[in-house]
T-cell receptor, first 113, second 114 residues
Framework: DQQVKQNSPSLSVQEGRISILNCDYT??????FLWYKKYPAEGPTFLIS?????DKNEDGRFTVFLNKSAKHLSLHIVPSQPGDSAVYFC????????????FGTGTKLQVIP | GAGVSQTPSNKVTEKGKYVELRCDPI?????LYWYRQSLGQGPEFLIY????????DSGLPNDRFFAVRPEGSVSTLKIQRTERGDSAVYLC????????????FGPGTRLLVL
């Protein structure tokens, strides 16, 4: 049972345009959400997070939006740069306890120069 | 400073063999996690250590999998009687806190069971 879903396995975007990566979750107990970025042969690195008490969090070119009623979140990257080309994982946790993380399947983003 | 290191980077073994995968966390990080990433999937939680003890091993798929962290630093993931379905990248992460955004991942060990 996939509790965190990323339905788009890949996405191609022109440099300078906006990249929008989507994620859906099914577990209502999740109240903290994260995005990770992963380059080949490296481990994932944390990018940005959002608590369920917010609907938007922004950090430079990266913004995460959360729609709790739809159990949907998205990551916006603007403007997209070639160095953003990577696999992006959406993840979710429950803020109680040690915050075990459940990952989605990932979306491979290619930013075309 | 040094990040999380994992050895070996690649391991090829035959079905039925025993393997050990090692994780060297960032110095001072009390929390350590093991994940498994199968092809086309995201990392899947296996086990979480706080210090020397396994605080949550609910992700270990069966009793062929075992992990230790005897001195609260280096951890070893042990897989007995390997099966082809065990082929995956095994990721280790360490953290100074319980917050997920402070988890630092190693590059992983790519295990191939023939």
């Amino acid at each position: 049972d996939q509790q965190v879903k990323q339905n788009s396995p890949s996405l191609s975007v022109q440099e300078g345009r906006i990249s929008i990566l989507n994620c859906d979750y099914t577990n209502s107990m999740f109240d903290y959400f994260l995005w990770y970025k992963k380059y080949p042969a490296e481990g994932p690195t944390f990018l940005i997070s959002i608590s369920s008490i917010k609907d938007k969090n922004e950090d430079g070119r990266f913004t995460v939006f959360l729609n709790k009623s739809a159990k949907h979140l998205s990551l916006h990257i603007v403007p997209s740069q070639p160095g953003d080309s990577a696999v992006y994982f959406c993840a979710a946790s429950n803020s109680g306890g040690y915050q075990k993380v459940t990952f989605g399947t990932g979306t491979k983003l290619q930013v075309i120069p | 400073g040094a990040g999380v290191s994992q050895t070996p980077s690649n391991k090829v073994t035959e079905k039925g063999k025993y393997v050990e995968l090692r994780c060297d966390p960032i110095s001072g990080h009390t929390a350590l996690y093991w994940y498994r990433q199968s092809l086309g999937q995201g990392p899947e939680f296996l086990i979480y250590f706080q210090g020397t003890g396994a605080a949550d091993d609910s992700g270990l798929p069966n009793d062929r999998f075992f992990a230790v962290r005897p001195e609260g630093s280096v951890s070893t993931l042990k897989i007995q009687r390997t099966e082809r379905g065990d082929s995956a990248v095994y990721l280790c992460a360490s953290s100074p806190t319980v917050r997920p955004e402070t988890q630092y991942f190693g590059p992983g060990t790519r295990l191939l069971v023939l």
